[in-house]
C-alpha cells in the first residue's frame, strides 16, 4: 500500500495552476514545490473542466455530485435490504408468508 498524505489546500492548487497560466512548466514547478509535474498538470486540466474550456471529464462539481449519488444508493440499498430480511423475519415469526405473485 502506498504512502497517503492529505491533500494540498484549495488554495495552494489555484497558485500552481495559476504560475503553469503564466507560463512556468510544470516540471519546473515540481522541482521547485513538493507536488510531482504530473500532479500539477492533472490540477490545470481539471481546472480547464471546471472553466468549460475542457470536455474530457467530469467538473468537481459533476465529481461531487456523484459521490454524493453513490453514497446515496449505497445507504438505499443497505436500507432495502435491512427491510427485506426484516420483512423475512416477521413472516417466519407470525407464520403468514403472502402468496406468491402478490404485492403484499
Not at 507536488?35 to 471546471?50: E, F, K, L
Not at 408468508?97 to 402478490?102: A, L, N, R, Y
Request: no cysteine.
Amino acid at each position: 500500500m502506498g504512502k497517503t498524505r492529505t491533500p494540498y489546500p484549495a488554495e495552494f492548487r489555484a497558485q500552481m495552476v495559476e504560475l503553469v497560466k503564466a507560463g512556468r512548466t510544470p516540471q519546473e514547478l515540481a522541482r521547485e514545490f513538493e507536488p510531482t509535474a504530473q500532479t500539477i498538470t492533472n490540477w490545470v486540466a481539471q481546472a480547464d473542466r471546471d472553466a468549460g474550456v475542457r470536455h474530457d471529464g467530469l467538473t468537481t462539481a459533476e465529481r461531487q455530485e456523484l459521490t454524493r449519488l453513490r453514497r446515496e444508493n449505497r445507504q438505499l440499498k443497505m436500507e432495502r435490504d435491512i427491510l427485506s430480511h426484516a420483512a423475512a423475519w416477521f413472516a417466519r415469526e407470525t407464520g403468514t408468508v403472502p402468496p406468491k405473485g402478490t404485492d403484499s
